[in-house]
């Protein structure tokens, strides 16, 4: 089976985002540059399929150059090859922009299963995996904390908020994995010398037929959100307990 | 605003969910037009409500499939295909699960931007969609510059609901046909995880736990202090993930928005995934090792301490007072 996992490099999540004063958009100079953690569970859903079912995992991006690193990463982890989209035009692309470059490297080859993660743990969009499901018109199966699946059909517990729904679906289809769905793999020493030696298509806006994007929205303004007021901070001297008791009579909820 | 707002009406067990009528509230304060659409067998016993909070059309898809299928794509086509027809200026969505699914599609489907993560929206010529970033550390004002209707995801909780005294809204009947690639994705069946008290939207305590229980089983410490004080259990990103709790419970930029009266947060770092999802409660308690956890930035009583020997405390302190 053709497996497709669709990767982000975000700002290493252990660092505080900044945004451009001037662009509004995420500043990326000076600033650690990761795999988006939630990405693995992605790459790791594909290479399990393909391990039991045949096939290769392709995965696909859409990030300035440095993005290379994050598709090295998951080729490391097994995947067979790599598709960077990289344009200046497409500096501070919205989901929509996102989503329509996406489908159109993934439909340059025949795919069974398209596999995303929910939102990526910088923009927090959450919807890129949904709009790739009405761009590649087939069912977007979405937020799947557990799964199983082969060439033909997916069975899927789709998160929800009193639970989770189960769901078959037949392939083709885009699937969106939460964090806990697998265990990701590390990329091994033969892994990661293997990566250096996959093939890595580069692309730009016109190698797949779009336009510059037209934004769709501008953001007006950034500012700092109202701090709380600062509390009180105190060592537990064994009176911790007591004084929370104290806090939630005070509060009438006791 | 003289203009439609659409509010896509999620229907869960024959009734609209919380945000649908939160943000119908909303779609009221903008003025102009308020209408709703939703996709349920039942969606015509839903009505009346819509049309207590605002709602003065309510176009209804019935198709006894919207219960069979995964929702958000049959429900999405037949949006944008009645977005066509009706050309609404601004179309708000709950930000749950199904809400996320329809937006998504619908707005590839029409080629319109989708603002998501709003935690207000406002309209004044230009229509601007207020969301929180990094952790709700910055407020950003984010403004539609598209022609056509103009798609917004909004957070549970950010508006309060309330009835605005309308009558019986008048009923379309949406005839769309569901796409046979929609029949590819079933609905099986739908599981509850079973949790016993106040739901965790609506109890006024919530007493959450992290990495620094430990242990998946000192979450029974939370479930102790939740029973004497008639509070819920929530949980950090952290702990779900690793298959400690279920979902259900996970407060966070990806799990629930919670603003209780008091929110105690249990070894849990601060880390803006969660923060975003508990920082409008009305009074936080943290308990944790580190003094220098974020978590004790928002705390109105932070505790440095370990947890796993206050809670015991606790627990004893609550009954002792029970009698």
Redesign the interface.
């Known amino acids: 089976m053709n497996v497709v996992v669709c990767i982000k490099q975000v700002p290493d999540p252990n660092s ?4 451009d004063p001037s662009t509004h958009t995420l500043r990326r100079e000076g600033v650690e540059v990761v795999l988006d953690p939630g990405d693995e569970y992605g790459i790791e859903a594909g290479l399990q399929l393909v391990e039991t079912h045949g096939g290769e995992v392709t995965v696909v991006s859409m990030a300035p150059e440095k993005g290379l690193d994050a598709i090295r990463k998951a080729l490391a982890m097994g995947a067979a090859k790599g598709v960077l989209i990289t344009d200046p035009a497409l500096a501070g692309a ?3 922009t996102t ?2 470059v996406l489908a159109a490297a993934i439909k340059r080859q025949p795919f069974d299963l398209v596999i995303t993660a ?2 990526s743990t910088d923009g ?12 590649l ?7 799947a ?1 557990h799964l199983d699946g082969d060439g033909q059909k997916l ?1 899927v517990q ?13 392939l083709p ?1 885009v699937l969106s994995v ?3 769905v697998n265990e990701p793999r590390y990329p091994s020493l033969k892994g990661i010398m293997a990566a250096k030696s996959k093939p890595v298509d580069k692309l730009a806006l016109g190698d797949l037929g779009l336009e510059t994007p037209k ?11 109202e701090e ?2 600062a ?6 001297d064994g009176e ?6 104290g ?2 009579e005070a ?4 | 605003m003289a203009g439609t707002t659409w509010v896509f009406a999620e229907i869960v067990d024959g009734k609209p969910v919380a945000v649908t009528l939160e943000l119908l509230t909303k779609a009221r304060s903008l003025g102009g037009t308020v209408e709703a659409v939703a996709f349920s067998p039942v969606a015509e016993a839903a009505a009346a409500t819509l049309g207590e909070y605002g709602a003065t059309t309510v176009y209804a898809g019935t198709d006894p499939a919207y219960a069979e299928l995964l929702l958000g794509g049959p429900a999405a086509d037949a949006l944008a295909k009645l977005a066509q027809e009706h050309s609404p200026d601004l179309i708000l969505i709950g930000a749950t699960y199904t809400g996320r699914d329809v937006a998504g599609r619908l707005a590839a489907l029409i080629d319109a931007p989708v603002i998501a993560n709003g935690l207000d929206v406002a309209a004044n010529g230009d229509i601007t969609v207020q969301s929180a970033i990094f952790g709700a550390t910055q407020v950003v004002q984010t403004k539609f510059d598209s022609s056509g209707p103009k798609v917004a995801l909004i957070r549970a909780k950010s508006f309060a609901a309330e009835p605005g005294g309308g009558g019986a809204p008048k009923l379309v009947k949406i005839d769309a046909p569901i796409d046979e690639k929609h029949r590819a994705a079933k609905m099986v069946e739908s599981k509850a995880d079973t949790a016993t008290g106040p739901k965790l939207e609506e109890a006024a305590v919530v007493i959450s736990g992290g990495r620094g229980l430990q242990d998946p089983k000192n979450f029974d410490l939370l479930h102790q202090v939740a029973d004497l004080v008639h509070g819920a259990v929530g949980a950090s990103r952290a702990v779900v993930d690793a298959g400690w709790v279920p979902y259900a419970m996970q407060v966070g930029q990806t799990g629930k928005t919670v603003k209780p009266t008091v929110y105690i947060a249990c070894g849990i770092s601060g880390a803006m995934q969660h923060t975003v999802g508990m920082k409008g409660s009305k009074n936080i308690v943290a308990i944790n090792k580190d003094a220098d956890a974020p978590i004790f930035k928002l705390a109105d009583l932070g505790i440095v301490g370990d947890t796993l020997k206050i809670l015991p405390q606790l627990i004893d302190e609550l009954k002792a007072r029970k009698g």
Do not use: N, W
């Open positions: 505080v985002g900044q945004l919205d989901a929509l989503a329509k929910t939102e927090y969009t959450g919807t890129v995996p949904q709009m790739l499901g009405a761009l018109g087939v069912p977007s199966v979405t937020f904390k069975t789709r998160q929800t908020e009193s639970g989770y729904d189960v769901i078959a679906a037949t289809a939460t964090a806990g934004p769709g929205q501008t953001i007006t303004s950034v500012q700092p959100a709380r007021k509390g009180e901070i105190v060592e537990d911790g307990a007591k004084r929370i008791v806090f939630l509060q009438k909820v006791i």
